[in-house]
């Protein structure tokens, strides 16, 4: 067996990020709620619409757009609308957002990119002392200095326009009868806000809402948030733009300023704010194409070119508990993260070679480097073609687990893959007057802006969109949708990605059990193994092929749809609290 030709080399990592990294997962609240079942279920089945997110009440809400004839887009709105009053945590309306789309009609897809901008004030050493060290990790989340200016209500408006059929203001109903009728708080967000009362209570606003009378809410307490009803009636009656111009924004604003920690955020920020529509970034794998979104998020090209240095390796032969399956899916991701950690950035700002980084070529010499026995022992970044210097450092930005994810199917053949954040489990911690959380985008910018000189791709510049992970995806064979899938979990999201796409395609797996299989995921060097699974009885033969190993929650949140021929087959992940449902 591989695993009887040891190597004890220990494997070379880029020591400060690592350390950071770990150091700030450790601490993350939305890491700290991993459920201990993971039973893996039964796919959801259904032959004509389905929807897939993260909580009950926000799927029921897009379920009724789809029943009474929405499309994907409206269904999105709602559900979205929800997620921000009953999930706040992890994404909402003062969020970003990327969107991927295979629309029905014209079997074209495509993406929207609602990420958050820096501001326009905005210094590469943003997140600088004066000495220009980087700041400490929370220092620099909690206040008005992370907030980037929020994309995901011009987001919902855009995909609305382009493919909704319902009325805009209609798809806000369950959220505002929710906001001010009452809902019931999950276990999930009430364990989230006790393990993380000292920063919740930073600002008076939000302690107010989470921790009234200076009491966590409870699981089970029925909480109401007027504000927020107040602010979807707007965006009902005049559009995203209240979110933008007047009232709204004003107050987004004096939050940022005002905060303990002021930020930099303006009026004029939020005036410019636009949703771009960018092409799709495509990878192979298995005669499919694995579809995403591409810069300024490393999600797409990272989940492909990981799949795309494993398509020469038969991993059905091998089998999902073969240690050597997780060898080659391990240093296939390590050599992507390398790729990404030097060259992935927002491409308006950086040249990127995005063409390069998922060419055959390329990847298909790189995968040659896993072609030994044992855990590469060093990993460095490759040299993809591109017809520009490629001259960067590589970073040391931090992608904590939040966000959420959604995916879509409609009876119109239209398919929808979005995933939403406000990046740390509830942001900045700052409640605008509207009653939602503003996101710490900007902390997935490099806090260095230079390394020995030499400048970092995803470093602070004003107007630029900070480097992401999430990886909205839609898989296509010969043109047609058969797969929708996502997930939260900072930059561990490509690795839950990645491994529920093999789990489904080589591995046979539905989607229910592809999703509810274990993790085992490795960025930087360590493996990660989930804990209290039957993957730690992988930690020894993986520790003999030269890793590090360690076992630890892993909650990811993926969220996936098969489409067959026989109709669409649903999965929900059992480490948070959503659900699929379909008919
Ligand atoms: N903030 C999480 C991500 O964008 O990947």
């Not at 400060?16 to 450790?26: C, F, K, V, W």
């Not at 009724?64 to 909402?92: F, K, W, Y």
């Not at 900045?428 to 910018?445: C, I, K, Q, V, Y």
Request: aromatic fraction near 6%; charged fraction near 20%.
């Amino acid at each position: 067996m591989r695993f009887a030709f040891l190597l004890s080399t220990c494997l070379t990592v880029t020591p400060l990020s690592l350390l950071a990294q770990e150091a700030a997962d450790a601490i993350d609240p939305e890491a700290a709620t991993a459920q201990a079942s993971k039973d893996a279920g039964t796919p959801v089945e259904a032959s004509n619409w389905m929807v897939a997110a993260a909580n009950p009440l926000a799927v029921q809400a897009g379920a009724d757009v789809l029943r009474d004839g929405g499309t994907a887009a409206d269904a999105m709105v709602a559900v979205q609308a929800v997620l921000g009053l009953v999930e706040p945590q992890s994404s909402g309306l003062g969020g970003g957002a990327f969107l991927v789309w295979y629309d029905g009609e014209s079997r074209e897809l495509t993406t929207l990119d609602g990420r958050e901008t820096a501001p326009l004030a905005a210094t590469p050493q943003l997140f600088q002392d004066d000495t220009g060290e980087p700041l400490g990790f929370w220092d620099a989340v909690v206040g008005g200095l992370s907030v980037g200016t929020p994309g995901t209500p011009a987001l919902m408006e855009m995909a609305h326009q382009k493919w909704g059929t319902a009325d805009w203001a209609s798809l806000f109903k369950d959220a505002i009868e929710l906001a001010e009728g009452g809902f019931t708080a999950s276990p999930r967000l009430a364990a989230l806000v006790a393990g993380d009362q000292e920063r919740l209570s930073s600002s008076g606003r939000t302690a107010s809402y989470f921790l009234p009378e200076g009491t966590p809410i409870q699981e089970g307490n029925i909480l109401k948030n007027p504000a927020y009803g107040a602010t979807l009636r707007a965006m009902g009656a005049e559009g995203a733009k209240v979110m933008y111009e007047g009232t709204i924004a004003d107050g987004i604003i004096e939050t940022v300023q005002g905060a303990a920690t002021p930020g930099v955020l303006s009026l004029q920020d939020l005036a410019i704010y636009r949703v771009k529509e960018r092409p799709a970034v495509c990878a192979t794998y298995r005669e499919h194409d694995v579809c995403g979104m591409g810069p300024p998020s490393s999600g797409a090209l990272t989940v492909g070119q990981i799949l795309g240095l494993l398509d020469s390796y038969d991993l059905a032969a091998l089998g999902a508990e073969n240690p050597e399956s997780w060898r080659l899916i391990g240093d296939a991701s390590r050599l992507a993260f390398a790729d990404r950690g030097r060259y992935m950035a927002d491409s308006d700002f950086v040249p990127m070679p995005t063409k390069g980084l998922v060419d055959p070529a390329y990847l298909s010499e790189r995968a040659q480097l896993l072609a030994g026995d044992d855990a590469l022992p060093e990993v460095s970044a490759g040299n993809p073609p591109f017809d520009h210097a490629l001259l960067w450092a590589d970073d040391e930005s931090l992608e904590l687990p939040s966000t959420s994810h959604i995916s879509i199917v409609d009876q119109f053949g239209n398919v929808l893959s979005m995933t939403a954040t406000i990046e740390n489990g509830f942001g900045s911690r700052l409640m605008a007057p509207g009653g939602f959380l503003l996101n710490n985008e900007l902390t997935d910018f490099s806090f260095r802006s230079h390394s020995d000189g030499v400048p970092i791709a995803n470093r602070v510049e004003p107007g630029k969109r900070p480097r992401s992970s999430m990886s909205p995806t839609i898989v296509l064979k010969d043109g047609k949708p058969v797969l929708v899938v996502g997930s939260p979990g900072g930059s561990r999201i490509i690795g839950y990605v990645a491994k529920t796409i093999i789990a489904h395609m080589d591995w046979g797996m539905d989607v229910q059990a592809a999703i509810s299989m274990p993790h085992l995921v490795n960025r930087f060097g360590k493996y990660d193994v989930e804990e209290g699974t039957s993957a730690e009885g992988l930690i020894q033969p993986l520790t003999d092929l030269g890793y590090e190993v360690g076992a630890r929650a892993l909650t990811s949140g993926l969220h996936a749809i098969a489409i067959t021929p026989d109709g669409l087959s649903g999965g929900a992940d059992p480490r948070r609290e959503g659900i699929a449902l379909g008919e």
